[in-house]
Structure formats: C-alpha cells, structure tokens
T-cell receptor
Framework: NAGVMQNPRHLVRRRGQEARLRCSPM?????VYWYRQLPEEGLKFMVY????????ESGMPKERFSAEFPKEGPSILRIQQVVRGDSAAYFC?????????????FGNGTRLTVT | TQLLEQSPQFLSIQEGENLTVYCNSS?????LQWYRQEPGEGPVLLVT?????EVKKLKRLTFQFGDARKDSSLHITAAQPGDTGLYLC????????????FGQGTTLQVKP
C-alpha cells in the first residue's frame, strides 16, 4: 500500500511564475491537509480538504494561493506569481477522517525554491 | 501567538542520557499526537493520546497527556544517536474543523 505521494520533490521557480504541487493521498483516504514548513520549525496549517470540498482554508493566504481535491486525481496546491517568501517545504497529509480521530500520514514534501 | 509551545527548542545530549520534551498550551485538546521528522522527510506519527492522564510507552519513549488535556510530555530513556531528529507535538481541538495544530518542534541531537 503506497504512502502519500508528493511531487515534485524539489521545485525551482523564478519570481512571478506559478508553482503547482501535487499530492496523491493513501488509498482509501478522502481527507487531505496541506502544511508549510520553514527550516527547523513546526508545520503551519494551510488548508484541509475532502473530495471536491474545502473544509478549512483558514491558514492559507487570501491571495495567490489556492487548493483543490477533485473527485478524480491528486490534490493540487497552486501558488501564483511566486515570491521569495514562498520558499519553504510544503507537506501534504491524508487521513480517513478528521484529525481528531484519525492519524495523519504525511508525504515527504515538496521543497519550493523561488529565485 | 503559538497555540502549542514546545520546550526546549533545541537539545544536544550524549548517548545514554535521559531527556524530556514538553508541549504546553492554555487550550484543551481532544487528542494530542507526537511526530518525529528526519531531514528531507515528512513527519511520522509516534503516538496519539486522547484521555487526560494517559501514559503510553513505545520502547524507550514514554508519552503523557496532562490531566486537563492541555499539555503533554515525551520522555526518552537512554537516548541513542538514532533518536536524533525533530520532535513535533500536534493537537486537535473539539471546536476545530478537524485540522491538526503543530508546535514549533524540538530538535534533538544525540552524540555518540
């Protein structure tokens, strides 16, 4: 049973370009979370999605950032017009239910570098 | 403002020593999880505690959830170099939509 798959592992973008980060949850998991991490820091919550629905996007910047989890295919975190401050590791996690009752399984992240 | 405060943030010890990492909050959590993260990888779940006062053991690791469900601790006995990593506590609140809130982490280095 494959774990949470994130791609690409590393992504380099110039300022102003778009970054698209993909996350395929574990089989049978319908809940997806995106987190952002700076070096040697904890994870900052960005968005929580179920299939075709955004449940909580309270951690996501209002501008330039968007996320989706379509009925078919991976979840996508999209960052438009990237700036240097967007450089970070972005982690996706999936679960069978909300985090109160279901453990999260994390992917190995996408490291975004904005030059 | 950090909802979950971890201490210490950095810890460097010799192999064989004991250590305790703390995770504190002024908020009540319905459950609390501990993760370990190695460089270049995602966090891996170590344990989930849900009942106030609960104690769980995982080999040389002992996890405790405070009686009021506002704090937790991780104690490692006879630390090994393989224990080196970033330890993260994370809590889920009953009032939340179901998201997990993370502390800022404790970086542990165990020297041989």
């Amino acid at each position: 049973n494959a774990g949470v798959m994130q791609n690409p592992r590393h992504l380099v973008r110039r300022r102003g370009q778009e970054a698209r980060l993909r996350c395929s949850p574990m089989k049978g998991h319908s809940h997806v979370y995106w987190y952002r991490q700076l070096p040697e820091e904890g994870l900052k919550f960005m968005v929580y999605l179920q299939k075709e629905n955004i449940i909580d996007e309270s951690g996501m910047p209002k501008e330039r950032f968007s996320a989706e989890f379509p009925k078919e295919g991976p979840s996508i975190l999209r960052i438009q017009q990237v700036v240097r401050g967007d450089s970070a590791a972005y982690f996706c996690a999936s679960s069978t239910g909300g985090a109160r009752n279901s453990p999260l399984h994390f992917g190995n992240g996408t490291r975004l570098t904005v030059t | 403002t950090q909802l979950l405060e971890q201490s210490p943030q950095f810890l460097s010890i010799q192999e064989g020593e004991n250590l305790t990492v703390y995770c504190n909050s002024s908020s009540v959590f319905s459950s609390l999880q501990w993760y370990r993260q190695e460089p270049g990888e995602g966090p891996v779940l170590l344990v989930t505690v849900v009942t106030g006062g609960e104690v769980k053991k995982l080999k040389r690791l002992t996890f405790q959830f405070g009686d009021a469900r506002k704090d937790s601790s991780l104690h490692i006995t006879a630390a090994q170099p393989g224990d080196t990593g970033l330890y993260l506590c994370a809590g889920a609140r009953a009032s939340n939509t179901g998201k997990l809130i993370f502390g800022q982490g404790t970086t542990l280095q165990v020297k041989p």
